[in-house]
């Protein structure tokens, strides 16, 4: 009888191994697609993948997913305080107009 758990437990070993390495370091892979027809470039598809960890990538300075409204329930929370806080910059900028607006009045009156 054949005892395969070895080699079994060495490939998942090698396996585990690949897959920290990746994600620690990370990995881009490129490539580019593109249509012709009749020697007219029709289109071009540029890909870019990078596969890292979390961290790796907020190292790096990549962090779309904790900003995009369709990833993160934090973001949707910053976009309607963003928009809550461009109505208030109008209404305070509106608020300076209407004062600057009043002073101009009483110096041509007094």
Do not use: C, F
């Not at 881009?28 to 020697?39: E, F, R, T, Y």
């Not at 071009?44 to 369709?70: F, N, Q």
Request: net charge negative.
């Amino acid at each position: 009888m054949a005892n395969n758990h070895p080699a079994a437990s060495n490939n998942t070993s090698n396996l585990v191994d690949v897959l920290e390495t990746v994600l620690d370091k990370g990995v881009v892979i490129a490539g580019d697609i593109k249509v012709n027809l009749a020697d007219v470039e029709l289109l071009t598809i540029k890909i870019r993948l990078l596969v890292a960890s979390v961290d790796k990538a907020r190292e790096i300075g990549i962090d779309w997913w904790e900003h995009d409204p369709h990833y993160s329930s934090n973001a949707q929370k910053i976009e309607e305080e963003n928009r809550e806080l461009q109505e208030r910059v109008k209404q305070l900028e509106q608020a300076q107009q209407d004062i600057k607006e009043k002073k101009e009045v009483s110096a041509e009156k007094g």
